[in-house]
């Protein structure tokens, strides 16, 4: 696959995992648009890769609004002409109970996580259209399939961007276009720290992370961004309305188990 010319923007950024995938994508030798609402951070980082790959521009944009959205677009297409891949990566987690959430809470995941993922799909897919060519992952998680208490609208968010891929990736796939999602699972970002920084014992909270998966470790963001650029390289061509789960096993294992705890294996499963 020859990534010269291959214009990407990839939304969320300027940290993260959206960091890790830019970081693939300018090391393969692609064109990168940093999209951010952090401008401090969305800069530094564009300003990294130049230095390192000689590729990254910067624009800042929150995903929410429409009108950002399409200047993100105009700004991509005005300086190099057209878009190969849209990563939608931006997004906003968030715990807590239902019956404590106000609805500015809601709003604010489901408008960065779920309506950002539609907007700044519908500006691309404009330009893709035109020229029956490109392809665009979403971020979602293991929350489209294996979810938790207390994180409604990020469950209802990724829930809403894994049916969305599917829903266009068969409106889009006669005009050559792909559309796949990608679930990470823990991945090592601030979300990470956050969750060990708010239990009471953070070795315990890492032990009871750790045994739900099964390879046993949180990944890299450049993990996620392997697989982001699978999808959007010929390598996957035949691929579209995928949701690709990379997240160490934890989704099957979580999925499985429950099925497994309802019935007794014993004289079923080998003795080990
Ligand atoms: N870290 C994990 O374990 C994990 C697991 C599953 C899914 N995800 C998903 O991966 C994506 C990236 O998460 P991360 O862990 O790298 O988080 P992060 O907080 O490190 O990065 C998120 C980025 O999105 C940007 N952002 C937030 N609101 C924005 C807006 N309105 N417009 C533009 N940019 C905005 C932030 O400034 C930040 O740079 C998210 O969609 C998240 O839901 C993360």
Same mark, same amino acid.
């Given at each position: 696959m020859h990534w010269k010319g291959h214009i990407a923007i990839v939304t969320g950024?300027? @940290?993260g995992i959206g960091t890790g995938i830019v970081e693939c994508f300018a090391e393969a030798g692609a064109e990168v648009v940093i999209a951010d609402i952090n401008e401090r951070l969305g800069a530094q980082v564009a300003a990294d890769l130049r230095e390192r790959y000689g590729k990254g521009m910067f624009v800042k944009a929150d995903v929410s609004q429409a009108d950002d959205c399409k200047r993100l677009i105009d700004e991509t297409l005005a300086t190099y !002409? +057209?878009?190969?891949t849209l990563v939608n990566n931006a997004g906003v987690n968030f715990v807590k109970p239902t019956l404590e959430m106000e609805e500015a809470d809601w709003d604010r995941v489901v408008d960065v996580d779920l309506k950002g993922t539609f907007l700044c799909s519908r500006y691309a897919l404009e330009a893709m259209v035109a020229r029956r060519s490109g392809a665009i992952i979403n971020i979602a998680s293991v929350h489209t399939v294996a979810t938790l208490p207390a994180a409604a609208p990020y469950a209802a968010s990724k829930g809403g961007v894994g049916m969305m891929t599917a829903s266009m990736a068969i409106e889009f796939a006669p005009f050559g276009i792909r559309i796949n999602a990608v679930s990470p699972g823990l991945t090592d970002t601030q979300i990470w720290n956050d969750i060990q920084d708010a239990a009471e014992d953070a070795e315990h909270a890492r032990q009871h992370w750790m045994d739900n998966i099964p390879l046993g470790r949180v990944q890299a963001p450049r993990e996620v961004g392997k697989v982001v650029l699978f999808l959007a390289s010929? +390598? @996957? @061509?035949?691929?579209? !309305?995928a949701n690709i789960f990379t997240d160490g096993g934890m989704t099957i294992q979580l999925t499985n188990r429950e099925r497994f705890a309802s019935k007794s294996l014993e004289g079923v499963a080998p003795q080990s």
């Open positions: 950024a300027a @940290s !002409g +057209q878009i190969d010929d +390598q @996957s @061509s035949y691929v579209t !309305g």
